[in-house]
């Protein structure tokens, strides 16, 4: 019962630092999708015309030629706002390839586990029994995951280290999260650029691991069979149907979940240099989508465009060129 009271109280402190971790991601997230709407060129260049202006080179030679240096501004700034666009487009890519990997890696690796796995059910669980001498328990699977646990460790645990391990471990697979780990893997590549994204993504890893901790010792559970079973298991070399990355950050983590467990304390969530310098980053950027640096410069270059005979004739060459262009149906 005290240890019950203990997961619910301790459970409070654990749900308050997920709320941060979550907000930093979906602030984050925001940030990218502002910064990606206010820095495409369609955005800072207004309507079509003028954009047809800047992206065609002889345009921009001609207006260079009748306004002269009184455009540098803008062209460095334009340019400058370019860059940092495609940069985010490829992050953005760059994080859909990193995922679809570790999807692909992951259900690959699931498959061979599976193939000579053998599936058991003790304690109204289901998992799979894998034939290894490494100590492993594990949860696999995007939309239905799957509980794996080394005969090694089936055979060195105590039936209530056994019985608590597996209960952490349904835990993992009734809130899916692997999944989740997915998407604030694909988040962190996101905000890669942010100082403080390791440190929330590390923080995320650990409090998955402690929240399935708290589960177990509410359905009965000993601390002392978790920290046993927890010793038993630490840091072994893997076989090669075994993703390392499944437990790389779970094994980083082992120290501060002992510690928690012992003491009741979690590591600090944010740290201040890191903090800080996110924090500048995002207002830097915020403030970088939202101002025309050279607003005067900006009017000139589009009344240029509208008024000068050569620069209408440019365009209005380039539009029927597009236009001319016939392409068979499909």
Same mark, same amino acid.
């Given at each position: 019962?005290?240890?019950?009271? $203990?997961?619910?109280?301790?459970?409070?402190?654990?749900?308050?630092?997920?709320? %941060?971790?979550? %907000?930093?991601?979906?602030?984050?997230?925001?940030?990218? #999708? %502002?910064?990606?709407?206010?820095?495409?060129?369609?955005?800072?260049?207004?309507?079509?015309?003028?954009?047809?202006? !800047?992206?065609?080179?002889?345009? #921009?030679?001609?207006?260079?030629?009748?306004?002269?240096?009184?455009?540098?501004?803008?062209?460095?700034?334009?340019?400058?706002?370019?860059?940092? +666009?495609? !940069?985010?487009?490829?992050? +953005?890519?760059?994080?859909?390839?990193?995922?679809?990997k570790a999807i692909r890696s992951t259900n690959s690796c699931r498959r061979l586990l599976e193939a000579k796995a053998s599936p058991k059910k003790r304690w109204g669980i289901d998992y799979?029994?894998?034939?290894?001498?490494?100590?492993?328990?594990?949860?696999?699977?995007?939309?239905?995951?799957?509980? +794996?646990?080394?005969?090694?460790?089936?055979?060195?645990?105590?039936?209530?280290? @056994?019985?608590?391990?597996?209960?952490?471990?349904? $835990?993992?697979?009734?809130?899916?999260?692997?999944?989740?780990?997915?998407?604030?893997?694909?988040?962190?590549?996101?905000?890669?650029? @942010?100082?403080?994204?390791?440190?929330?993504?590390?923080?995320?890893?650990?409090? /998955?691991?402690?929240?399935? *901790?708290?589960?177990?010792?509410? #359905?009965?559970?000993? /601390?002392?069979?978790?920290?046993?079973?927890?010793?038993?298991?630490?840091?072994?070399?893997? *076989?090669?149907?075994?993703?390392?990355?499944?437990?790389? *950050?779970?094994?980083?983590? *082992?120290?501060?979940?002992?510690?928690?467990?012992?003491?009741?304390?979690?590591?600090?969530?944010?740290?201040?240099?890191?903090?800080?310098?996110?924090?500048?980053?995002?207002?830097?950027?915020?403030?970088?989508?939202?101002? /025309?640096?050279?607003?005067?410069?900006?009017?000139?270059?589009?009344?240029?465009?509208?008024?000068?005979?050569a620069h209408i004739n440019i365009i209005k060459k380039a539009n029927s060129r597009l236009n001319n262009l016939h392409f068979p149906n499909p």
């Amino acid at each position: 019962m005290k240890s019950k009271v $203990r997961a619910d109280s301790e459970g409070l402190s654990l749900a308050l630092h997920y709320f %941060f971790v979550y %907000f930093y991601f979906l602030s984050g997230l925001s940030l990218l #999708v %502002f910064l990606l709407r206010n820095l495409a060129p369609w955005s800072w260049l207004n309507y079509k015309a003028p954009l047809n202006s !800047f992206l065609n080179w002889a345009s #921009v030679k001609c207006s260079w030629q009748c306004l002269g240096p009184s455009l540098s501004g803008l062209f460095l700034e334009s340019g400058l706002k370019l860059l940092i +666009f495609s !940069f985010l487009v490829f992050v +953005f890519f760059r994080a859909l390839w990193i995922a679809a990997k570790a999807i692909r890696s992951t259900n690959s690796c699931r498959r061979l586990l599976e193939a000579k796995a053998s599936p058991k059910k003790r304690w109204g669980i289901d998992y799979y029994l894998i034939p290894s001498s490494m100590p492993l328990a594990f949860t696999v699977g995007w939309l239905k995951p799957r509980i +794996f646990i080394s005969s090694s460790l089936e055979t060195s645990l105590e039936e209530k280290e @056994l019985k608590t391990v597996l209960f952490h471990e349904v $835990r993992h697979q009734r809130r899916k999260d692997p999944s989740r780990s997915l998407l604030i893997g694909f988040l962190s590549d996101l905000l890669f650029f @942010l100082p403080l994204t390791k440190r929330m993504r590390r923080s995320f890893g650990l409090y /998955t691991e402690i929240e399935a *901790d708290l589960s177990s010792l509410k #359905v009965g559970q000993t /601390t002392e069979a978790l920290v046993a079973a927890l010793a038993k298991m630490h840091h072994y070399p893997f *076989d090669h149907e075994i993703n390392f990355t499944w437990f790389s *950050d779970t094994f980083n983590g *082992d120290l501060a979940r002992l510690r928690y467990h012992s003491e009741g304390k979690l590591k600090p969530l944010l740290s201040w240099r890191p903090l800080l310098i996110s924090v500048v980053l995002a207002i830097s950027m915020t403030l970088f989508g939202l101002i /025309t640096i050279f607003p005067g410069q900006k009017e000139a270059f589009l009344a240029h465009q509208s008024s000068c005979s050569a620069h209408i004739n440019i365009i209005k060459k380039a539009n029927s060129r597009l236009n001319n262009l016939h392409f068979p149906n499909p």
